[in-house]
């Protein structure tokens, strides 16, 4: 019998989040496999249908909001905005939030009280990740990982959260000439 010699250390700290937005109901199966490799799923609104969500909260644990194009069942289900902290980085999420520079007012408003170390949007379906040097956060638009709208590409992040910091962010681009399974 061999003996298992790794070491493991109970001081090293890190998350790993798979971060989607605007699926409007559908979901390309290589998505899916690009998030089975996180702890969770953080979904920034547009969601499309209760079919669609299960299917995603099926695979790893969920954080998700609202869109503006999602029901009354998924409104009841999920809140317009989360706050929330994993490791030392303080996670806020809404679906419409602009970016750095850019902000919508509410937005800003919170950004500056909460003071989060990483805000995540949707709504724009295109992918942005910016540092924003004035309110000292990463932000993340992972653009559209369903296939309606005027977006080229379907795209997912995958983000490792280390104590207070990030680290290997990683994207996955679809061509929306490629939405088959391959």
């Given at each position: 019998m061999k003996k298992d010699r790794s070491i493991k250390c109970?001081?090293?700290r890190m998350f790993r989040a798979g971060i989607l937005s605007?699926?409007?109901g559908f979901l390309h199966p290589r998505v899916l496999h690009f998030v089975e490799k996180v702890d969770e799923i953080w979904h920034a609104g547009d969601i499309g249908d209760l079919k669609t969500i299960d299917r995603?909260?099926?695979i790893k644990p969920l954080v998700a909001v609202y869109g503006n194009i999602d029901g009354q069942e998924l409104?009841?289900?999920?809140?317009?905005?989360v706050h929330f902290q994993r490791e030392a980085v303080k996670v806020m999420m809404t679906?419409?939030?602009?970016y750095p520079g850019r902000y919508d007012s509410s937005v800003r408003r919170v950004i500056e009280e909460e003071k989060p170390g990483l805000f995540i949007c949707g709504h724009s379906h295109i992918l942005k990740v910016m540092y924003d040097k004035k309110q000292k956060l990463l932000h993340i638009n992972p653009g559209a990982a369903g296939k309606y709208g005027f977006h080229t590409s379907v795209t997912a992040v995958r983000l490792v959260l280390?104590?207070?910091?990030f680290r290997d962010l990683e994207v996955l681009d679809i061509p929306r000439g490629?939405?088959?399974?391959d």
């Open positions: 109970y001081f090293c605007d699926t409007h995603i909260a099926k409104r009841l289900r999920y809140p317009k905005t679906h419409i939030g602009g280390d104590g207070n910091g490629r939405m088959s399974e």
